[in-house]
């Protein structure tokens, strides 16, 4: 019988593992990948793992912000998974997708601001970094708080030739963070969106700072 748990350092970490892959299981909108994880179990044991991973790699997203307006640009889009998952696929979000390959990560949120919301943010921080889906998919995804001037967002946007629509729309930074403290379930469900808004709720003063210093 092992002994009770102790206080630990609330930080990830690497370990060691015996790694065999990747045995290509299917082909599509990302490449499917079979792995076979060898670690350390409980009491000394191998512990072996056999995983199919969705292989995403690195995204960006963008928290858009106003200050002067005082508000958030947001958009929504289809998204099949969350129809199949809640009924409710024109999701809310915010500007996001892939780093393209030999891309930096700001350049790439630049570029999905553009795409997505139809303008350029005039400056970026890069706020908070999370796993969306370990448990099924190697997708990294940072975060920025953009810095834009919302008269100039189109109702209508997306990349030109891929098949992308977004609807980009404007909301008051007080009621974006009321919805945190709606009752359950919250009125939108993306986890980029949360997220990027309880960083922001917990993060005024920085924000503040941010944006005089981006003046």
């Known amino acids: 019988m092992s002994g009770r748990a102790k206080a630990g350092e609330l930080a990830d970490r690497s370990l060691e593992l015996d790694l065999t892959g990747p045995e290509d299981v299917g082909t599509g909108f990302r490449p499917y990948h079979r792995f076979i994880a060898t670690i350390e179990g409980a009491g000394g044991a191998r512990l072996r793992q056999r995983r199919d991973i969705l292989r995403v790699g690195s995204v960006v997203g963008v928290l858009a912000y106003d200050p002067v307006a005082g508000c958030f640009v ?7 998974g969350a129809q199949l ?3 409710a696929g024109e999701l ?5 997708g892939l780093v393209d390959p ?3 990560a700001e350049a790439a949120a630049r570029r999905e601001c553009i ?3 139809g303008v350029a943010p005039r400056a970026l921080l890069p706020i908070v970094g999370f796993l969306p889906s ?3 998919s190697d997708e990294y995804a940072t975060v920025y708080l953009g810095l834009v001037d919302s008269t100039d967002v189109p109702e209508v946007a997306g990349k030109p030739g891929e098949t992308e629509l977004t609807r980009p729309f404007l909301v008051p930074v007080d009621e974006a963070l009321a919805g945190l403290a709606a009752p359950f379930p919250t009125p939108f469900a993306n986890g980029f969106v949360l997220i990027a808004l309880q960083w922001f709720a917990l993060n005024r003063e920085r924000v503040a700072a941010f ?3 981006s003046s």
Request: glycine share 12%.
């Open 74 to 80: 947001m958009i929504r889009q289809f998204r099949l």
């Open 85 to 87: 998952a809640t009924g």
């Open 92 to 96: 809310v979000e915010i500007a996001a």
């Open 102 to 104: 030999g891309e930096q």
């Open 115 to 117: 795409e997505e919301i």
């Open 134 to 136: 370990p448990g099924v």
């Open 211 to 213: 944006v005089a210093a």
